[in-house]
């Protein structure tokens, strides 16, 4: 009779030590590197509902980045967005196209990303916050030199703002000697 409470309880030890999942330190994304991303738009725009794909080309120069937002079906590059040398630029290609975010918060969102070091939980994911979103990344891909999140979630702070949920379909790193 005593051997059935002591496996119950060894039963839920090791049940809890199980969902217990150690966290692992993420020293850095790499410095340099181009990357294809498509980004999900969710949430209302003057009352209406958006949901929208963007297809964006990222470039990451140390301290740079670079966005070209294009539209996914015709591939037309319609807005860059980049941070470069302490200023933010935000240039239209297409004239009259206007995206349902602020490009310069999301290029300073992307760079508090790629700058960002911390702790993975056991699941390989992270939260944190920036200045204009609450952060979310997971799934962490590629090798220890060129490893970047394959899924981040952007819920913004401001209410009216729209959800963002970015995921990283191909990239490539450059040597630190290449431009």
């Not at 060894?10 to 199980?18: D, K, P, R, T, W």
């Not at 969710?42 to 990451?60: H, M, Q, Y």
């Amino acid at each position: 009779m005593r051997r059935v409470p002591f496996l119950v309880l060894m039963a839920f030890a090791v049940a809890a030590c199980a969902t217990l999942r150690p966290r692992v330190p993420f020293d850095a994304f790499p410095e340099r590197f181009d990357a294809i991303q498509v980004v999900r738009v969710d949430g209302t725009e003057n009352g209406s509902p958006i949901n929208r794909d963007f297809l964006v080309a990222v470039k990451r120069d140390r301290e740079s980045v670079q966005m070209v937002f294009m539209d996914p079906l015709w591939q037309k590059a319609l807005l860059k967005v980049a941070y470069g040398d302490g200023k933010y630029t935000v240039s239209p290609l297409v004239e009259g196209v206007v995206l349902p975010f602020s490009g310069e918060e999301i290029v300073d969102t992307a760079r508090a990303v790629f700058l960002w070091r911390g702790t993975l939980d056991g699941t390989g994911k992270a939260e944190f916050q920036t200045i204009h979103f609450s952060v979310q990344i997971r799934d962490i891909g590629g090798d220890a030199d060129c490893a970047l999140p394959r899924v981040i979630e952007l819920q913004p702070r401001a209410l009216e703002a729209p959800r963002l949920t970015i995921t990283t379909k191909e990239w490539t790193c450059r040597p630190h000697w290449q431009h």
